[in-house]
């Protein structure tokens, strides 16, 4: 692949998820929440899908996510089609920030990418929303980290229910394949050959995460809205 066609699936290959988040996290976050079997959730801007399928096949919900890039949509399709949840997943193009209106309401809410941007119109009255944020965890934040983080409050109104912040090896698991996917792409590039614009943002949210972290968190909260 050309290293201008570098995109987000190039970036996160060999990943689980796309997000500072586990399996541990993912089965505490359930079981704080209560999903029932046979309850809807929909996750928006869901990436590679992986953690749409691992939540509809852990506790049996009917599960769909949206993602506006094609190259994530891709991975997410392949997701649904190796998954025990066979017919309860689903994945579908489209704008996250604003989901068709024919995919509510739903009982849950999944949201680990947007920052703070989640439209709740698909959620049911009473319905939980699982969120994970990047958020400030010390006072005055460098305006590097701010940046490229886009850092905003901790979680949305409502009742938290749960929540736990991303632990080393999350944040490791998170980071490691960026790293190698950006060793290779640098290994490619060559003299008039466009830059990725998804690879120089993963190096500036890489080099500010390295000089700073400690100035950051990845919370993932239930809420009660």
């Not at 997000?19 to 869901?46: D, K, M, N, Y």
């Not at 891709?74 to 068709?100: C, M, N, T, V, Y």
């Not at 929540?163 to 490791?172: G, I, N, Q, S």
Request: proline share 7%; hydrophobic share 45%.
């Amino acid at each position: 692949m050309p290293a201008s066609r570098f995109g987000w699936s190039d970036l996160f290959h060999g990943a689980r998820f796309l997000a500072p988040v586990s399996e541990e996290a993912l089965l505490l976050a359930g079981r704080a929440a209560g999903f029932r079997e046979g309850a809807t959730l929909l996750e928006l801007a869901c990436g590679n899908g992986a953690v749409a399928a691992f939540l509809a096949e852990e506790f049996h919900l009917y599960a769909r996510g949206v993602e506006a890039h094609a190259d994530l949509l891709a991975e997410a399709q392949k997701h649904a089609e190796r998954s025990p949840a066979g017919r309860r997943l689903r994945f579908i193009h489209g704008d996250p920030l604003h989901p068709d209106e024919g995919l509510g309401p739903v009982d849950v809410l999944c949201d680990l990418r947007l920052q703070g941007a989640t439209p709740v119109e698909p959620l049911r009255r009473g319905g939980r929303m699982l969120v994970g944020r990047f958020v400030s965890r010390r006072g005055a934040v460098p305006a590097q980290v701010a940046e490229v983080f886009d850092l905003v409050e901790p979680r949305p109104p409502g009742r938290v229910l749960w929540r736990r912040d991303a632990t080393p090896l999350e944040w490791e698991r998170y980071f490691r394949p960026q790293e190698r996917a950006l060793r290779a792409y640098r290994a490619r590039l060559h003299d008039g050959n466009p830059v990725s614009p998804v690879a120089i943002a993963a190096d500036r949210q890489l080099a500010a995460f390295r000089a700073h972290g400690s100035y950051i968190a990845y919370e993932i909260a239930v809420v009660q809205t």
